[in-house]
């Protein structure tokens, strides 16, 4: 049976699918004619056709300046690309990459709304999940590589702090042990400077005080 937070994330799921269904790739977009054939160029320049879930991964994994217009190619990907990532894509935050190159935030209202409006339904589902596909600390991580800040999601656990959330917040210390004793952050893909991360590290560093004091 589906929980009411499983549905809030397929009704942000399938926003994304209406919003961005039937865009494409560029025309003449043609990669680097090694990395994808193609037979998977042409895939990404058509609409409406499905698109291969691994086809979908290496898009998103690429480097953004792999692509001629990689915010359209983005778009292109991105009804199957939230599907992946709510199914526990391991490499989520290197996908997130992808998002963050790709400027969602700046799009056009409805775009940047749906994005959104997926990553927080993902974020909140997996902080009321006792076993998510992928751990809470990843995709915490994930949410913060795409927006290229913490302060969204930092701001969504202090919400949920019940006994699941406090548990995933007990196991992502434990996952993030040695970055909290140096001031190297766990943001393998952060899209910014360094400066910014490690200003968004030392802010998590500070939430997380708060919540050890509050304990």
Wanted: proline share 6%; hydrophobic share 45%.
């Amino acid at each position: 049976m589906t929980s009411p937070d499983g549905y809030v994330l397929a009704a942000a799921m399938a926003r994304v699918a209406t919003t961005f269904g039937g865009m494409t790739a560029q025309a003449d977009e043609a990669s680097c004619g090694r990395c994808f054939d193609e037979g998977e160029v042409e895939l990404l320049r058509t609409p409406g056709v499905p698109l291969p879930t691994d086809l979908v991964r290496r898009v998103a994994q690429k480097d953004p300046f792999h692509w001629d217009d990689q915010p359209a190619i983005i778009r292109r990907v991105l009804p199957h690309l939230v599907v992946v990532l709510a199914e526990g894509e391991v490499e989520s935050d290197l996908m997130a990459r992808g998002l963050a190159a790709a400027g969602w935030s700046r799009w056009p209202r409805e775009q940047a709304g749906a994005v959104a409006g997926f990553l927080d339904a993902w974020w909140t589902q997996t902080l009321r999940t006792k076993s998510p596909p992928i751990s809470a600390c990843a995709v915490f991580e994930s949410c913060v590589t795409a927006s290229s800040s913490v302060t969204p999601w930092l701001a969504r656990w202090e919400v949920e702090m019940g006994p699941v959330a406090r548990r995933h917040l007990a196991d992502s210390l434990g996952w993030w042990r040695e970055e909290l004793t140096s001031d190297d952050s766990p943001f393998t893909w952060w899209w910014g400077t360094e400066v910014e991360e490690r200003a968004a590290w030392h802010e998590v560093k500070r939430w997380l005080a708060g919540q050890a004091r509050a304990t």
